[in-house]
């Protein structure tokens, strides 16, 4: 059973920072990609940053320069770092990857349970 558990979230003023953390647990052969997505009420899911297994990154129009997703392949963790906090940044955040189980297995998605950020004063 492959679990992806995210800390690092909580209350934070406007202009703070902030760095979520996701672990990726259980029999994994491989990851591919690795990312965070956030969602608010009455809103869809959208992508923040991702993350490829050689270290490209792919980051939301809203977040550059300020925001930066990293990932320990050996432990199978990702990292988001947040600076320079916004109202609107409030959200849940929610880490992804694309896990393989044995070297023949097809790549499937895998969510954590996600993680509260709030921005406020």
């Known amino acids: 059973q492959v679990q992806l558990v995210e800390s690092g979230g909580g209350l934070v003023q406007p202009g703070g920072s902030l760095r979520l953390s996701c672990a990726a647990s259980?029999?994994?052969?491989?990851?591919?990609?690795m990312g965070w997505y956030r969602q608010v009420p009455g809103k869809q899911r959208e992508l923040v940053a991702t993350i490829t297994s050689g270290g490209r990154t792919n980051y939301a129009d809203s977040v550059k320069g300020r925001f930066t997703i990293s990932r320990d392949n050996a432990k199978n963790m990702v990292f988001l770092e947040m600076n320079s906090l916004k109202p609107e940044d409030t959200a849940v955040y929610y880490c992804?990857?694309?896990?393989?189980?044995?070297?023949?297995?097809?790549?499937?998605?895998?969510w954590g349970q996600g993680t509260q950020v709030t921005v406020s004063s």
């Open positions: 992804n990857a694309d896990i393989k189980l044995t070297r023949l297995s097809v790549t499937r998605d895998y």
């Open positions: 259980g029999i994994i052969f491989s990851i591919n990609a």
